[in-house]
């Protein structure tokens, strides 16, 4: 029996949630810092242990402590990837919520180390049931977390945000309870092999589809993602954008592509519709918001359109492009919204037209703004190009007409980014306020100066990622291989003609007639 | 059959029935003094009864007592462990809630010993006679129990209305009966089966509807449920915890196994009442609970929504139902004892009830403690994972999903999410409003005690239960079918 990592990775945050609850603000912060950062090593750990090209399940641990489903943990390289975004970001969020959270500071950092509880268990869960609970648990401590320390309008988010993903789940159980009991099992990873019969696959794919394209979220029932991210504080947007979206894609990959293929595949336009449709109208909308959490919560919405176009090429590029595009967004926007914090926490306002010229009296701050920005819009070298692109390859050799759809949404993404930089860094100085805020200090740089080497070190050598997934990916594609769609302008071979193109057929009748 | 067997496999209720005589004596004798003493003595008597029910069940007894009246086996034994450890519970937090008015006396517990010895029968009848006998004997002293507080306008208008619907419906179930012994010619619950078999009528389908029409009244599954909120709210709250959690459970019992023993030749039917039944008490459980202001009746609501949910087991017609049901059963009373207590703790300084949601805002910081352990029950009743309530409700779906219903589980989950938002609704005004009135009072130590068991019941370490309690249901349900 090898080292039971993956459980003391959740043990770690949990044990501490609960301390959090029972002493001063203080110890708490500290408490949950430390944790996180146990459970950051922790994870540098397991990555530095993985073993690249080994076996597909690695980590495995399994008991049989309880009835109709058991505690069965283990990682691929997906889902490795997934849990490193976690643990990296969740020290972060800590950080990020150190000054500005003083109200009832316990039990706020208990909700935090709960949620990281969860999304580690999320991703590591290796029963069916298990990844229920998780999946659904993390709805307890977010209600929380944006009803008691939201903004204004917090009460109608948090609602809106349970009601909406409670919904989009149940019918997923049920869903799951009648696959366990056609295949017998409830392991996912012989699920993942085992073939539904093809008309329930539809239904199946359906409750699922419900379960995911909410969380993901994928027009139209994106609705509740803007409300909860405004009101939500700062690090309860970064877990947000960062690691809870990406659980609809990871369902995607782990449930809806390997278990349903045949209804994937019969289904996959209405995935392109809806993301085409997302792409431009998101960002279309991004472009007229004037609450700078708002403009980046729709630009969430916009890029996770592209992950499930990816997603659904059915070809390695697009699941790759996919995974990283997933990643790069979740530290891009985490990052975008830490950065919105950061000056929401000096001025108290997300309106984007009381700012104007920071990078004149905060220009340190300005920089990662920057870099941030032209990350999100994709720029080669950062985090977000190397997915984008692959993606867009990857739908390319499925549909050259989304490709064209979906790749003006990065025009428009520019457009939007570059005009949020350009009203709250460049210009004059037209608030006094807002001209006498201070640059970063030493906590803000230690939160966004990570974040900013790991998109840099993501856009510039992406195979430290790719290298762990690319046998999950290969093996998936394996299983997607019979149903994958034919390329909607592949080039027609025709028959080859038996003389060349400028012969001239010899004339005899005149001949000679001189 | 001996009548020393008879008696043995009876010992239960014969126990309890002389405890009951002997404390009424005393409590005629003694007055008001030793009311405290006689909980005692009751609660005694009923840990008897439970350990005496847990013997039966390691030796593997099991028979037919008295010829056929009364039935000891694996299932009876499941619902009366649960019944009893309900009554024990709502007997340990009375006598604080009451001394706080004054109101105390010896006659509530001899009252609830009466009810559990009319449940216990309930439970165990495989007679139409000792069904009646047994349910009559629980509902009168639940009458007299619901006008407790004499004092009180509402409670004396709660047991009248008790009184009188409960009557209607025992009439119902009367009618039902009559009907059917009429065509089936005996009381038997297997004599009724061998003639149904062979030969089944439209008047003795009267007659099943009618005895479902009214266990249905005494379950509170609509559509007869209205009485539920009013006698839940004026009631005194320990009673209603009492309502809400053993008779229920009896009543539960007694239906699932009128269901699979007499009927359970005629699954089709009662199959598609029950599934109405399940249906509609999701759905206006979860409606009706959504304009209520006073915290008792929307617990009375809950409380028919989550007989809803423990009839889908039971519409499942198979012994992974029935055993769902009872998985289900053993959680509710936990959550619904849980949430009743902590009703009964949310009480100011001048003992005066904090009865509504404006009364409880902000609960989260004047008694966090109070606040944490409502917010796990008002999760769990939701049916949220990882709290505990979500397995009850996950059996009964996986049950109905396991006999093919597939419509009707994702029917009824979807209906599910409409009742989530008055549970959650209860977590926003505990936890983010601001609070409004002073806290609650210090709350006795017996409080805490049976909230704090609950919670940790309730609690995701809860789910270490599974395997054991999934077994012991399994049993139980098994010997439902075997006896069938």
Excluded at chain 1, 90 to 107: F, H, N, Q, Y
């Amino acid at each position: 029996m090898e080292f039971p990592i993956l459980s003391l990775m959740l043990a770690v945050p949990l044990v501490a949630a609960i301390a959090c609850l029972f002493v001063n603000a203080s110890t708490a912060r500290m408490a949950a810092l430390l944790a996180t950062l146990i459970d950051l090593a922790l994870g540098v750990l397991l990555w530095l242990n993985y073993d690249i090209g080994g076996a597909q399940w690695q980590f495995t641990e399994r008991a049989q402590i309880f009835a109709g489903f058991q505690y069965a943990l283990g990682i691929d390289g997906i889902a490795l990837m997934l849990i490193m975004l976690s643990v990296f970001l969740m020290p972060i969020c800590i950080l990020a919520s150190w000054d500005s959270i003083t109200k009832r500071v316990g039990e706020y950092m208990a909700a935090f180390l709960l949620m990281e509880v969860l999304m580690i268990g999320v991703f590591a869960a290796q029963d069916l049931f298990l990844f229920y609970i998780f999946f659904e648990a993390g709805l307890i401590p977010m209600y929380l977390i944006i009803g008691v320390w939201g903004g204004d309008n917090r009460i109608y988010a948090s609602y809106k945000f349970f009601l909406y993903t409670l919904l989009g789940s149940v019918l997923m159980l049920i869903a799951m309870l009648w696959m366990v009991n056609e295949a017998g099992t409830t392991e996912i990873p012989a699920l993942m092999q085992y073939d539904f019969p093809v008309d329930a696959q539809l239904w199946l794919w359906l409750a699922f589809f419900a379960s995911f394209a909410v969380k993901m979220p994928m027009w139209p029932v994106h609705t509740w993602l803007p409300d909860a991210h405004v009101q939500a504080p700062t690090a309860g947007s970064v877990i947000l954008a960062g690691v809870l979206l990406k659980l609809g894609g990871y369902g995607f990959i782990r449930f809806s592509l390997p278990m349903f293929p045949d209804a994937s595949a019969d289904l996959a336009w209405v995935i392109f519709a809806l993301s085409m449709v997302a792409v431009i109208y998101t960002s279309l909308v991004a472009l007229v918001q004037e609450d700078m959490k708002k403009l980046i919560a729709y630009s969430s919405v916009a890029h996770m359109a592209i992950v499930t176009v990816g997603l659904f090429a059915f070809n390695v590029q697009g699941l790759e492009g996919a995974m990283m595009v997933m990643l790069g967004h979740g530290l891009v926007s985490g990052a975008l919204f830490l950065c919105v914090g950061v000056i929401y926490d000096r001025l108290h306002t997300r309106e984007i037209a009381r700012y104007g010229g920071l990078s004149i009296n905060m220009p340190k701050y300005a920089l990662f703004f920057l870099l941030f920005t032209m990350a999100s819009i994709g720029l080669p070298g950062t985090s977000n190009f190397v997915g984008e692109f692959l993606a867009l390859a990857g739908i390319y050799e499925v549909s050259t007409f989304v490709t064209l759809v979906c790749t003006t949404g990065i025009i428009l993404g520019a457009g939007y980014m570059l005009y949020l930089y350009r009203r709250v860094a460049f210009g004059l100085q037209k608030n006094a306020d807002a001209a006498a805020m201070p640059d970063l200090n030493a906590r803000e740089w230690a939160m966004l100066a990570p974040i900013a080497a790991a998109v840099l070190w993501m856009g510039i050598y992406p195979e430290s990622f790719l290298a762990p997934m690319r046998q999950d990916i290969a093996a998936l594609e394996t299983r997607l291989a019979s149903v994958a769609p034919r390329y909607d302008s592949a080039l027609e071979v025709g028959a080859p003609r038996t003389q060349a193109a400028n012969y001239v057929e010899p004339s005899h009748e005149g001949e000679g007639e001189h | 059959m001996s009548y020393s067997t008879s008696l043995y496999l009876t010992g239960a209720e014969i126990g309890l029935s002389l405890a009951g005589l002997v404390l009424l004596l005393v409590t005629a004798w003694t007055g008001e003094k030793a009311a405290r003493a006689i909980t005692i003595a009751a609660v005694a008597a009923l840990f008897g009864a439970l350990s005496f029910n847990f013997s039966l069940f390691d030796d593997g007894v099991a028979g037919s007592a008295f010829g056929g009246l009364f039935l000891a086996d694996g299932f009876a034994v499941f619902a009366k462990s649960l019944v009893y450890v309900a009554t024990i519970a709502c007997l340990i937090v009375a006598p604080r809630y009451f001394d706080a008015r004054g109101e105390y006396r010896g006659e509530y517990p001899v009252l609830m010993l009466f009810n559990a010895v009319g449940m216990g029968m309930m439970v165990s009848a495989t007679d139409l006679m000792t069904l009646y006998i047994g349910l009559e004997m629980s509902s009168l002293s639940s009458y007299v129990l619901a006008s407790f507080a004499r004092r009180d306008d509402r409670s004396s208008e709660a047991g009248l209305k008790y009184f009188v619907l409960g009557a209607l419906a025992s009439g119902i179930i009367l009618y039902g009966v009559s009907l059917v012994y009429g065509f089936s010619g005996t009381t038997n619950y297997e004599g009724i089966r061998a003639a149904f078999s062979s030969d089944f009528p439209t008047g003795a389908m009267f007659g099943v509807v009618f005895v479902l029409a009214g266990l249905a009244f005494k379950i509170s599954a609509v559509p007869f449920h209205m009485w539920t909120p009013d006698v839940y709210e004026g009631a005194p709250t320990p009673v209603t915890a009492f309502f809400a959690s053993a008779p229920k459970v009896a009543a539960v019992a007694m239906l699932v196994r009128m269901a699979t023993g007499p009927f359970g030749g005629q699954v089709e039917a009662w199959q598609q009442i029950v599934i109405f039944a399940a249906l509609a008490s999701i759905v206006v459980g979860a409606l009706g609970a959504i304009g209520q202001q006073n915290l008792k009746r929307l617990l009375a609501y809950s409380s028919i929504n989550n007989v809803g949910f423990i009839l889908i087991g039971l519409a499942a017609a198979t012994p992974e139902g029935m055993s769902a049901v009872l998985v289900y059963l053993f959680i509710y009373v936990f959550m619904t004892l849980g949430s009743f207590v902590a009703l009964l703790m949310l009480r100011d300084a001048d003992g005066k009830a904090l009865a509504t949601f404006d009364d409880i805002s902000g609960l989260s910081t004047t008694s966090p403690a109070l606040a944490w352990c409502l917010l796990a029950m008002m999760f769990s009743l939701a049916g949220i994972p990882p709290l505990f309530g979500f397995w009850g409700k996950f059996v009964v779906f996986q049950a109905a999903v396991q006999a093919d219903m597939v419509a009707l589980a994702a029917i009824g989950i979807a209906a599910s999410v409409i009742g989530a938002f008055y549970y959650i609704k209860f977590v926003k005004v505990m936890f983010f409003d601001e609070p409004k009135v002073a806290g609650p009072a210090k709350a006795p130590v017996s409080h805490w005690v049976v909230l704090g068991l609950s919670v940790l019941v309730i609690s995701p370490l809860g789910y270490l239960l599974t395997p054991w309690l999934g077994n012991l249901a399994d049993l139980a349900a098994q010997a439902l079918f075997y006896a069938a």
